[in-house]
Nanobody, 124 residues
Framework: QVQLAESGGGSVQPGRSLRLSCAPSVFHLDYYAIGWVRQAPGKEREGVACITTTDGSTVYADSVKGRFSISRDNAKKTVNLQMNSLKPEDTDVYYC?????????????????WGQGTQVTVSS
């Protein structure tokens, strides 16, 4: 069982930034895809971004390209999601998720390990 400890989130005004962090227990292992998935009640689940532990390859949803950035912090052993130019439609619960594979996934439904979720609210 992969442990995923999330931090960050909160409430910001449109145009501002937030940073989410996830400490996956498999950070030091190859062949895992670590991603961020968001979902609000009554909405479709969306895969926001994904990064591989093997080579650091990344992929983003079209809705966040150019605004969000996923990265690994090797010193802190975390996977971070930097969210810039936030919009009200980015309001969701954000989950860190993991899947054992050697390449990233664009699907929000392939992950089989999940964090507890953190709320992001963008409102003026």
């Amino acid at each position: 069982q992969v442990q995923l400890a999330e931090s960050g989130g909160g409430s910001v005004q449109p145009g501002r930034s937030l940073r989410l962090s996830c400490a996956p227990s498999v950070f030091h292992l190859d062949y895992y895809a670590i991603g961020w998935v968001r979902q609000a009640p009554g909405k479709e689940r969306e895969g926001v971004a994904c990064i591989t532990t093997t080579d650091g390859s990344t992929v983003y949803a079209d809705s966040v390209k150019g605004r969000f950035s996923i990265s690994r912090d090797n010193a802190k052993k975390t996977v971070n999601l930097q969210m810039n130019s936030l919009k009200p439609e980015d309001t969701d619960v954000y989950y860190c998720a993991a899947l054992r594979r050697d390449h990233y996934t664009t699907s929000a439904y392939e992950y089989d390990n999940w964090g507890q979720g953190t709320q992001v609210t963008v409102s003026s």
